[in-house]
């Protein structure tokens, strides 16, 4: 199987678009509800495969800048080591917790789609009974 990985630019790209359009408020209508969670669904797929793009871009780096740090990085205690190995990555991380936060935000707002969907199946279910 071969898989595409993205690089942290489509990666990026990617974000900046879906970040749009999950910042646009959404109202409470019922219509919208659907399109946006429908919207959120897919979202959510998509930036899980990119959270794992971003992670093997983050990986490989994080394995390059070890050996070519190695001998800083083994004159530090372990946990220095750590904070300093993942400061070679900055870039890399704020990828991956910009994927993780979007795609957690997608599952927040579909949350609230069907929150939006159950309200109006109620209120319709009182007008009609």
Same mark, same amino acid.
């Given at each position: 199987?071969?898989?595409?990985?993205?690089?942290?630019?489509?990666?990026?790209?990617? =974000?900046?678009?879906?970040?749009?359009? +999950?910042?646009?408020?959404?109202?409470?209508?019922?219509?919208?509800?659907?399109?946006?969670?429908?919207?959120?669904?897919?979202?959510? !797929?998509?930036?899980?495969? =990119?959270?794992?793009?971003?992670?093997?871009?983050?990986?490989?780096?994080?394995?390059?800048?070890? +050996?070519?740090?190695?001998?800083?990085?083994?004159?530090?205690?372990?946990?220095?080591?750590?904070?300093?190995?993942?400061? =070679?990555?900055?870039?890399?991380?704020? +990828?991956?917790?910009?994927?993780?936060?979007?795609?957690? !935000?997608?599952?927040?707002?579909?949350?609230?789609?069907?929150? =939006?969907?159950?309200?109006?199946?109620?209120?319709?279910?009182?007008?009609?009974?």
């Amino acid at each position: 199987m071969t898989n595409h990985i993205s690089t942290i630019e489509e990666i990026s790209k990617e =974000l900046k678009l879906i970040q749009s359009t +999950i910042e646009t408020e959404m109202s409470e209508d019922v219509q919208e509800a659907v399109d946006r969670g429908n919207y959120c669904a897919a979202q959510m !797929a998509r930036t899980g495969k =990119l959270l794992a793009d971003a992670k093997i871009h983050r990986d490989r780096k994080l394995n390059s800048q070890i +050996i070519a740090q190695m001998k800083k990085l083994s004159a530090l205690p372990a946990t220095t080591a750590n904070k300093f190995a993942d400061a =070679l990555c900055e870039d890399e991380n704020y +990828i991956v917790n910009w994927c993780e936060r979007i795609n957690r !935000a997608c599952t927040h707002q579909l949350d609230w789609c069907r929150t =939006l969907i159950s309200k109006a199946k109620a209120e319709m279910s009182q007008m009609n009974g």
